[in-house]
């Protein structure tokens, strides 16, 4: 089955500076790459996806890259500021819409 | 929006539990996500049409329902320990691959 590796496990940055967040998979035939931010407490948000035949994709302050040959895909987010601190999931899926999570990043934004 | 319930629940080991979605409105695939504290969840099982479309790696006595009117549920049989954790469920089509939807989860502890 489908694994997905994230690092790092936590991440302090200033208020300002860029975070990346990197995630590698196994299952060449996934297409479906969701990035998720949860809240202590609360559910996971969407917060950016990409599918396979796309080599990018940027929301506002918020971008996701893949690379299909390496398998690993990544987020950037800039311009930090407090609000984005949470923590942050990577998943893979395939046709079948079954996610497979990696183990979640911690995000400290300092003021 | 996709909901749940209860919101919490306590249970001793060896007991049984039911836990309750209601998807989003037209979905017609629910899947089960089991969230233990500071980890990424991992996928239990996915209904489409009432029937299980796919399963990971949880035993028998985790089993589950999807009804017409847009319902399912979880049941779990001969709680144990490790099973204390927040239980999502997320509803989606099924178009190979495309965004899933998280009710806000049943933080389910066994003791």
């Known amino acids: 089955g489908e694994n997905v590796e994230q690092h790092p496990s936590t991440l302090s940055v200033q208020e300002g500076d860029s975070a990346v967040i990197k995630c590698t998979y196994s299952?060449?035939?996934?297409?479906?790459f969701p990035w998720y931010k949860q809240e202590l407490g609360k559910r996971p948000q969407l917060i950016i996806d990409?599918?396979?035949?796309?080599g990018e994709k940027k929301d506002q302050r918020i971008a996701v890259t893949l690379n299909k040959t390496a398998k690993h895909f990544s987020l950037h987010i800039t311009e930090t500021q407090p609000e984005d601190s949470a923590v942050y999931f990577c998943a893979a899926s395939n046709a079948g819409n079954m996610l497979t999570f990696g183990g979640g990043t911690r995000l400290m934004v300092k003021p | 929006g996709v909901t749940q319930s209860p919101t919490h629940l306590i249970k001793t080991r060896g007991q049984q539990v039911t836990l309750r979605c209601s998807s989003q409105?037209?979905?017609?695939?629910v899947s089960w996500y089991q969230q233990a504290l500071g980890q990424g969840p991992q996928f239990i099982f996915q209904y489409y049409r009432e029937e299980e479309n796919g399963r990971g790696n949880f035993p028998p006595r985790f089993s589950g329902l999807q009804f017409p009117n847009d319902s399912s549920e979880l049941n779990v049989n001969a709680l144990e320990l490790d099973d204390s954790a927040l239980y999502l469920c997320a509803s989606s089509f099924i178009t190979g691959g495309g965004e899933q939807f998280f009710g806000p989860g049943t933080r389910l502890t066994v003791l």
């Open positions: 990409i599918r396979s035949n796309v």
């Open positions: 299952d060449s035939a996934s297409n479906y």
């Open positions: 409105s037209g979905h017609n695939t």
